[in-house]
């Protein structure tokens, strides 16, 4: 291919993306729905406009790491450690019951594999796809009734952040287990080591950004090393603890995410990711999606897929919000709350794609997923909210 094509392929890219973006903002979907759609109409599935490249999934990679570095920028810290055990027990149930309910139902499908075989992995790796939690919609929804701020609103705001944290956990363990170099302790101590690296570097690194930025507020060298610190945080946790970049990534951003100027880099990041790399990133995924080679069998998993992804959410999350005290209906608010997903469902996805634990054709099943939990939360949630009292206030 000659090297100018690659022009042509991301001018394509960017403006069928943000035209399909924005027209999914209006039919009050997320914007990444449409982008996918747009990688997909653009494809080799439909139109064969653009050809996925291995320039295309290097830009795509680039744009995970970006991701996922924001997403740990916009962690508030304080808030994670004051969240106290209700909101951990809650994302702690809400990761285990889809991650069993994901893997018994591959399992279902393709048969019942031994541990340790590749058919295993592919398994407990459609649970892992199933933790990912995205409540950004949510948010939105919450917001639009009074109700952030109240207990329920806090506690699934709090127990998305550690959710997250786990999911990602759990991806960096899987993904470890699956590398035949591997034993099962090697993959714990490997995992071990990289947060407790992360905590003595990162703690000396966070202090020396906090110097800098007191020093030098608001200008754009802070920005510039955050972006050093996210890309070299990525590298070490794959080349000398063989877990994933994006775990690099995220850690990186909750490095910076306490210092004074983390919502002006944050800023500085999305600036990149909106108008190249995440549009890249998403539309790949629609590049990579094989519709063409969906059948009656993949489309029945896709409906299964959707099915389990929401009921496990909403049970694990819901019932251990009953054990926790909750009243029913409010129990049942954190369950339908928790279940909408989005960009880090993808993430993982894409992952597991790079490093063969999933099939192109599966993608299907993920981005209907983040369609219809899209668009099911928001009127779950007020149908659930109708008969409550004015605004809540966060207690005590």
Not at 142 to 157: A, D, F, Q, R, S
């Amino acid at each position: 291919m000659e090297a100018y094509n690659v022009f042509k392929d991301l001018a394509i890219i960017i403006i069928f993306a943000k035209v399909f973006g924005l027209l999914a903002k209006k039919c009050k979907a997320p914007q990444v729905v449409g982008e996918i759609i747009a990688g997909l109409l653009i494809g080799p599935s439909l139109l064969g406009l653009v050809q996925q490249t291995e320039f295309l999934s290097e830009m795509a990679e680039i744009g995970v790491i970006l991701l996922m570095f924001s997403a740990g920028l916009e962690t508030n810290l304080k808030d994670l450690l004051k969240t106290g055990p209700i909101a951990l027990l809650i994302a702690c149930s809400g990761v285990l019951v889809p991650l069993l309910g994901g893997t018994l139902l591959y399992m279902a499908f393709y048969g019942v594999a031994p541990w340790g075989s590749e058919n295993f992995y592919r398994a407990v790796f459609v649970g892992v796809i199933m933790t990912a939690t995205s409540v950004s919609i949510t948010v939105q929804t919450l917001k639009e009734m009074g109700k952030l701020k109240g207990k329920v609103g806090t506690t699934i705001m709090s127990a998305a952040i550690i959710d997250d944290v786990i999911g990602i956990i759990v991806l960096t363990f899987v993904i470890g287990f699956k590398n035949p170099d591997y034993q099962p302790l090697q993959v714990v101590l490997s995992t071990v080591l990289f947060f407790i690296f992360s905590l003595v570097v990162g703690w000396i690194l966070y202090r020396l950004f906090q110097f800098v930025d007191n020093r030098y507020p608001h200008t754009r060298r802070i920005p510039i090393a955050g972006l050093a610190l996210c890309l070299i945080f990525a590298y070490v946790a794959e080349r000398y603890f063989g877990i994933a970049d994006i775990t690099g990534a995220y850690v990186a951003g909750i490095i910076l995410c306490s210092i004074r100027d983390s919502e002006y880099i944050a800023e500085k990041m999305d600036i990149n990711s909106y108008m190249m790399f995440g549009p890249i990133f998403f539309a790949s995924i629609g590049l990579k999606t094989q519709i063409d080679t969906v059948n009656g069998n993949i489309l029945l998993f896709a409906l299964a897929f959707v099915l389990v992804a929401l009921l496990t959410k909403i049970i694990g999350c819901g019932l251990m919000g009953k054990i926790c005290r909750f009243q029913n209906r409010d129990a049942l608010k954190i369950g339908v709350g928790m279940m909408t997903r989005g960009e880090v469902a993808l993430i993982v996805a894409q992952k597991g794609l790079s490093v063969g634990m999933l099939e192109p054709v599966y993608f299907t099943a993920v981005i209907l997923l983040i369609v219809v939990s899209s668009i099911l939360t928001p009127i779950l949630l007020k149908i659930l909210y109708k008969h409550d009292p004015e605004p809540e206030e966060m207690t005590a």
